[in-house]
């Protein structure tokens, strides 16, 4: 009844997996070499955006012109290059800069809350954003439908009825779960989840934009991410103003040792090389794929991530001790939000009540390849159709 729908462009999500979860790792060194302020993440990773997306257009360019305007493929997009091939952009060069511009400022924000805000709420679980991420594939699903005017298939509906049944239990159970006392009020609680829903519809609306300007404005994605870099660098500074910033940062210069010091520096370049490569497989899955399928790149290792939290980090506390039952819940629902994940994004096929029909692959055996993406409004192109 369920079968694995394997496609050759899969590559690309499952190394954005692999970026995400090294990146992870890196910053869990980090934090454990290093006592700092996280705040010197956001520019870092903005610097790896702009190089990472700099780096590979101009060698994109380069590549093109060495074809001699012959067609050719580039993380298996198509290259466009030549007179008669020029595309006409529906909007104008204003308006998709200021798109460039909107998407940069929506991930400055999201960090501005992941640094800033969400480290203050000291006695709420750890796990709690990540367990909530399935709100982006929501959020994503019905930016695509209302916004870009796509359909949704009976299998996608079913998969965002079932990760939102899961995600208002994760809900309810916090609520039942969480130590509610004078240290963490229900005002603070409430606040945090809707810091949480902000955070994930800020993702949806990148992922949104990023779709619209590679699918309807025909943007290279590199040079979009290069943009986005370059914009989200300067918006940055504003971190200049906030209280202790530069003192967090002398304070770990002024008490490494010299090597301790060269580690650390090491780190984070290594840091700024693991968000160029992460991003470059972030935009280039959007391309290929959908939003959707970006966004269950950020929860498929939940169920790993959490059984860490549970054992390592003690996460999952009531009553100072660790409660089974908290976790075993949660990580059920994860597994589940993280299934349907796949499901609506056609990695996994379910064979039964006909939420097979209209799946890629079982389209490509009823008719031509081409049926599917009138299907699907043109927005999700097979593996080979994707044009820059």
């Not at 369920?2 to 496609?7: D, G, N, P, S, T």
């Not at 993702?203 to 290069?226: C, H, Q, R, T």
């Not at 980090?313 to 796949?342: A, M």
Request: charged residues 15%.
């Amino acid at each position: 009844m369920i079968k694995f729908a394997l496609r050759r462009n899969l590559i690309y999500p499952l190394q954005l997996i692999i970026w995400n979860l090294v990146r992870k790792l890196e910053t869990m060194l980090i934090s454990y070499l290093f006592k700092f302020n996280d705040l010197i993440y956001t520019p870092l990773m903005f610097i790896g955006e702009f190089l990472s997306g700099l780096l590979i257009y101009f060698y994109q360019k380069r590549f093109i012109k060495n074809k001699n305007n012959k067609p050719s493929k580039f993380f298996s997009i198509t290259l466009i290059q030549g007179v008669n091939n020029d595309i006409i952009s529906p909007d104008n060069t204003i308006k998709m800069h200021l798109l460039i511009g909107f998407v940069a400022f929506f991930d400055f924000i999201q960090f501005m809350i992941w640094t800033v805000t969400v480290p203050k709420y000291l006695y709420i679980s750890d796990s709690i954003v990540s367990r909530l991420s399935g709100i982006l594939t929501i959020s994503d699903a019905l930016f695509y439908y209302y916004v870009l005017r796509l359909t949704i298939a009976k299998h996608q509906l079913f998969s965002l009825i079932i990760i939102g049944i899961s995600l208002v239990i994760i809900i309810i159970s916090e609520f039942l779960f969480q130590h509610i006392n004078i240290f963490l009020q229900y005002s603070d609680f409430i606040f945090m989840l809707f810091l949480t829903f902000l955070c994930e519809v800020l993702g949806a609306l990148i992922d949104s934009i990023e779709k619209y300007l590679f699918e309807y404005d025909f943007l290279n994605p590199f040079y979009v991410l290069m943009l986005e870099g370059f914009f989200g660098f300067f918006m940055s500074f504003l971190y200049f103003l906030i209280p202790g910033y530069w003192e967090d940062i002398k304070h770990i210069f002024g008490t490494l040792s010299a090597n301790d010091l060269t580690i650390f520096i090491f780190l984070l370049i290594l840091y700024i090389i693991l968000c160029g490569g992460r991003n470059v497989f972030r935009v280039v899955t959007t391309k290929i794929y959908s939003p959707m399928a970006r966004a269950l790149t950020d929860y498929f290792l939940n169920p790993l991530y959490l059984t860490y939290d549970f054992c390592v980090k003690q996460d999952f506390i009531t009553e100072n001790e660790r409660n089974i039952p908290y976790f075993i819940l949660n990580l059920i629902l994860s597994i589940i939000i993280s299934f349907c994940g796949c499901v609506y994004n056609e990695f996994m096929i379910l064979f039964f009540c006909g939420l097979e029909h209209d799946t890629h692959s079982q389209i490509s055996k009823r008719g031509p390849k081409e049926l599917y993406s009138l299907v699907n409004g043109g927005a999700e192109s097979s593996d080979d159709d994707s044009n820059v």
